[in-house]
């Protein structure tokens, strides 16, 4: 016959559980709050990032108590929402036929809609033009932009990746942009080299210096002052980029986030 501890132990729910709940701040604005009971957490945590704010309870937390934490913490909670996430305007999901702007390389560029046979966005002088048919869903318009910023990305690391390679022992084995979440470029130990598809809004010398962050990495496996030499040998003014990323990452970041995925 089981004992009673036995008992207590079955009951004790071993996986994460999420659901969300609705705050309302002090400045009027209306948030969505992803509340998850860890069985792992210790304690209660709120934290934002560019996904939106999350609250932890541990099991023992009752919902109550965390609905109060919540809202003891609304005034830490809406500076955070503001440095992490995009202001009004700067970056929104894409309405089709609405939005006026598009971010790309530290600008906001207008944008002009047209209707066409098929999904198609193009840059010229005036602007981003994106040309759909009046059916056509947000996913293929969203799909087309990621293109898009695949596309341009691609063009600012082939002006800039030919100046680098000369005294690298070779060159990266394969490029590819990715959407994530903390980092912005890896290179993994074959070679292969991942950048963060936002840098394509960020300003320009931020992105050429996180490509050269990366390609140093081929001389340099770690963070030693010996790779710090690198870098500065080949782009003197890495600390201010640096410290751009530091000030402005997470709103592109949310940015990007908010375009691609509504």
């Known amino acids: 016959m089981p004992s009673p501890l036995h008992r207590l132990i079955a009951r ?8 969300t709940l609705e705050l309302e701040l002090d400045d009027g604005r209306r948030l969505t709050v992803q509340r998850v009971r860890d069985p792992r957490a210790r ?11 999350r609250l932890t309870l541990p099991l023992r937390a009752s919902l109550v108590s965390g609905e109060r934490f919540l809202h003891e913490h609304r005034g830490w909670l809406a500076e955070q929402m ?19 702007c598009l971010p790309l ?27 759909r048919p009046p059916r056509a869903g947000d996913a293929a318009l969203r799909r087309a932009l990621r293109a ?3 596309a341009e990305a691609r063009a600012d ?17 394969q490029l590819r942009l990715k959407v994530m979440s903390s980092q912005w470029g890896s290179l993994a130990p074959d070679g292969s080299l991942a950048l963060d598809l936002a ?14 962050h990366e390609l140093c990495h081929l001389l340099q496996a770690n963070h030693s002052p010996a790779f710090w030499r690198e870098v500065e040998l080949r782009f003197p003014a890495w600390r201010e980029e640096r410290a751009y990323f530091h000030r402005d990452g997470r709103r592109l970041k949310a940015s990007l986030r908010a375009l691609l995925t509504g």
Do not use: C, M, N
Not at 107 to 125: C, F, V
């Open 12 to 19: 004790t729910p071993q996986r994460v559980e999420r659901d």
């Open 43 to 53: 304690r209660l945590k709120l934290s934002v990032d560019e996904r939106g704010a």
């Open 82 to 100: 503001d440095r992490h996430l995009p202001a009004d305007g700067e970056a929104a999901a894409l309405q089709p036929g609405a939005s006026a």
């Open 105 to 131: 390389r530290g600008a906001s560029l207008p944008l002009h809609w047209h209707e066409g046979r098929y999904i198609r966005i193009e840059r010229d002088p005036d602007g981003v033009h994106v040309q």
């Open 148 to 150: 898009f910023y695949e």
């Open 157 to 173: 690391i082939g002006r800039w990746l030919p100046a680098y390679l000369p005294g690298l022992p070779r060159a990266p084995r």
């Open 199 to 212: 840098l394509v809004l960020a300003r320009p010398a931020a992105f050429e210096y996180v490509l050269v």
